[in-house]
DNA sequence: ATAATAATCTAACGCTGTTAGTTTAACGAG
DNA sequence: CTCGTTAAACTAACAGCGTTAGATTATTAT
């Protein structure tokens, strides 16, 4: 009926755009469906399940956030390429929240192509700590550190738990990242000794 | 029929006892209702929805969460107490994962009462960082920061987020609360400046 | 003993993801 | 230019979800 030839590709950039504009939690396949005029089941010739749509939109959201990423370290070395890679990656949670909850809502759906996609996000913040004098060991836990800050700050910041005190979040923020210039730098210093 | 009397606290403590065993994600109401020999329906004569009885589950886990905490930083000070504060926290979340996803999930439900309560997650560690010398205004934003390190590093592990690399993940939390007692005592020195 | 309260029930609504089986439009081959 | 294949779309249905309305019934208070 009418038929439009719809593509895999058109429905993930559709489920993309609507996640994106209406929220994660409002997200379902019966409004994608509706949306491109056609019934929930005809979703089915192009995905295998509800799951599978999910993964592939974690996918563009991790490929985004590692460009901006990569955009940002570009040229930059040692606390300007660390702030610069962190105000990247905070600007990314706070601007696209939506697709940032796809990202994280990802590892829980047990798939050896996202684990092997994560390294997608590991990869620009090894490169941002590459002009510290760091063992390959240190760097695989600082690592780990930074994105513990990060994540832990955008989503808490997100969720709104950081409304409890009328100081500025933006300085809270700043003072994270400079924590974790200060470990990078005491790190250094144990790694000469 | 066979009328058993069941009150509202039982009701919270079965979903309880069910999120705890079977996980945050497989609850149902229906379940929660067959477990304890009801219908569904049955349970609205008791909580309002499902919403109520998940934000009640919330005040539960904050407590226990507070519980623990001050349990860890009784007797400590300094050094000392955040270290204990932050295993603490670290084994309530590794050891109690879909109680405290209970938690984060929490804020999401606007609701003065929970926004209160987030105050009990913040009192311990104003508590334990007492014995540094910072400005009130210093404490509100470090607080803000532990919380990021801790809650990003625990959520961050519990997805599988930190299998890409061969190093211990005891070693990596070590290296993150290091880093924070490094800004609490880098902070102490610009509050002495 | 009677009246009020509240715990429980049944039945239903609209929403979700998903499957099976059917129609039909488009495309490629003879 | 028709015929056969492919696949895009359909309808109908199932089981699950939270939730509501209204009837029933056991307990409790008067």
């Known amino acids: 009926m009418a038929r439009q030839g719809l593509t895999r590709a058109d429905i993930i950039g559709a489920a993309i755009e609507m996640i994106e504009s209406e929220g994660l939690h409002s997200?379902?396949?019966?409004?994608?469906?509706?949306?491109?005029?056609i019934k929930a089941a005809s979703l089915y010739n192009h995905i295998k399940s509800s799951d599978e749509l999910h993964t592939e939109v974690g996918y563009y959201a991790i490929s985004?956030?590692?460009r901006a990423q990569l955009d940002a370290i570009a040229g930059k070395e040692r606390a300007e390429a660390i702030e610069?890679?962190?105000?990247?990656?905070?600007?990314?949670?706070?601007?696209?929240?939506?697709?940032?909850?796809?990202?994280l809502s990802?590892?829980?759906?047990?798939?050896?192509?996202?684990?092997?996609?994560?390294?997608?996000?590991?990869?620009?913040?090894?490169?941002?700590?590459a002009g510290y004098h760091l063992t390959r060991e240190q760097m695989m836990h600082l690592q780990r550190v930074f994105r513990s800050i990060m994540h832990?700050?955008?989503?808490?910041?997100?969720?709104?738990?950081f409304r409890q005190f009328p100081v500025d979040v933006g300085d809270s923020y700043r003072m994270a990242v400079r924590g974790?210039?200060?470990?990078?730098?005491?790190?250094?210093?144990e790694a000469r000794a």
């Open 84 to 103: 610069s890679l962190a105000d990247a990656y905070y600007r990314f949670g706070k601007e696209r929240p939506e697709i940032y909850k796809v990202i």
């Open 106 to 129: 990802l590892p829980m759906v047990r798939n050896d192509a996202i684990h092997t996609a994560g390294f997608d996000i590991v990869e620009p913040i090894m490169t941002a700590m």
């Open 152 to 161: 832990g700050f955008i989503s808490q910041e997100e969720a709104g738990c």
């Open 64 to 66: 985004e956030l590692k």
């Open 27 to 37: 997200f379902s396949l019966r409004e994608l469906a509706s949306r491109l005029h």
């Open 180 to 189: 974790f210039i200060l470990l990078l730098e005491n790190s250094e210093k």
